[in-house]
């Protein structure tokens, strides 16, 4: 189980992606963010550093979770995959600020 992280906005969509669109509603924020940044850029949410993302991947090898952080903003992480007893995670398990 572990965390990957990037500044492609790309791979975090080849890696994430499918998982993030399986739970739409859940992921609005998630789906919403990584769509505008493909359309209007990296500095869509205003200049400064670059966005990050990032997805969890279980045991199982599977995308359990996945983040965006468009800086100033804070980072906001959400499940992507129905949660399992033991590997259940949220938006508190992300670090605060970007």
Known sequence: MTWTFTSDLASY???AGPAVAAEPV????????ADALAR???QAFGPGPAPFF??????????????????????????AAPRRPSGRWGPRSAPSRC
Not at 59 to 72: F, I, K, L, N, Y
């Open 40 to 42: 209007r850029g990296p």
């Open 13 to 15: 969509q080849a890696a």
């Open 26 to 33: 859940t992921n609005t924020l998630l789906l919403s963010v």
């Open 54 to 79: 990032g997805w969890w991947t279980g045991a199982d090898r599977s995308v359990a979770g996945g983040v965006v952080c468009t800086p100033p903003f804070p980072p906001d992480a959400r499940r």
